[in-house]
């Protein structure tokens, strides 16, 4: 029985961030004075570091519910 599926948000959202830092290399070719400069250190530098906690949380939490449904799975054939 599957519970749910973390990893499959958690790929999605890496792509989506891959992709900000894309755009934001193109943005800056554009873009780069001391507003730019500023928006990057407020806004998208702080993101790196919360999206790397997410990711280990979840990955930690993926873990423990994979072992859980493991353990229903063994549970129900006793």
């Known amino acids: ?22 755009h934001w290399v193109e943005a800056k070719e554009h873009w780069h004075d001391d507003v730019s400069r500023d928006f990057e250190k407020t806004h998208l530098a702080p993101i790196l570091p919360h999206i790397q906690l997410l990711i280990a949380g979840a990955t930690r939490l993926a873990e423990a519910v994979a072992k859980a449904e493991q353990e229903c799975e063994d549970r129900g054939e006793t």
Request: net charge positive; with cysteine; aromatic share 4%.
């Open 1 to 22: 029985m599957k519970v749910c599926d973390l990893h499959t948000g958690l790929a999605r959202m890496s792509l989506a961030f891959k992709e900000l830092k894309e």
